[in-house]
């Protein structure tokens, strides 16, 4: 007889955005993301530094689709020369798998995309709760001056695809002109391999 998964709890610390247990812990530093950036430059500029980028505490349950895999990613706020700190971004490897985003903290954007070119982005603050349909890429992007901590849950099954979004890139970059934050058209989306 197979031992059945017992129910649990986790407790999440609103001021910190931490989860309690803190389950599988995962960092990005620039250093992990530095081809990811368009401004080359800056990222070799800040590499010495090497900033803590965003930090993830995900829920240790079976990756399965009986499960409901769920986390928190605090994102710390930042810019690579004028390109917003944002998290690496990735497809679900079980391609036709949704997701939940839900913000705690701050403020930014989610990028949204597909392998056929459709692109999104919502604004996300205190209280947003975004839907990311299956097939769609998905990145956080914190465009405020404090920690943007968002709640994430999506089946156990779906995985992380990052290295196709690590070859091609978002088709938009978040970046700071004039005080605001804008999106523009990523000038290295598309040319992987050419």
């Known amino acids: 007889m197979t031992e059945k998964f017992m129910p649990f709890v986790t407790e999440l610390d609103f001021a910190t ?11 990005r530093n620039l250093s992990h993301m530095k081809d990811m950036y368009y401004d080359q430059e800056a990222v070799r500029q800040l590499l010495g530094q090497n900033p803590l980028i965003y930090v993830v505490y995900n829920v240790v349950v079976p990756e399965t689709a009986a499960h409901i895999q769920h986390c928190v990613t605090i994102l710390y706020p930042g810019k690579v020369g004028n390109e917003y700190f944002m998290t690496k971004g990735h497809y ?9 985003y839900f913000c705690l903290k701050g403020k930014g954007q989610l990028l949204m995309q597909t392998q056929d070119g459709a ?48 070859t091609e890139g978002f088709a938009k970059l978040s970046v700071e002109q004039n005080g605001e934050a804008v999106l523009v058209d990523n000038p290295r989306y598309g040319k992987a391999g050419k």
């Open 17 to 27: 955005g931490k989860l309690n247990p803190e389950g599988h812990v995962i960092t």
């Open 92 to 100: 679900h490897e079980v391609l036709d798998r949704a997701e939940i």
């Open 119 to 166: 692109f999104a982005s919502i604004d996300m603050v205190p209280g947003s709760v975004a839907y990311v349909a299956p097939e769609w890429a998905h990145r956080t992007v914190n465009t405020g001056d404090e920690p943007f901590v968002f709640f994430a849950a999506y089946p156990g099954d779906a995985g992380h695809n990052y290295g196709d979004i690590e």
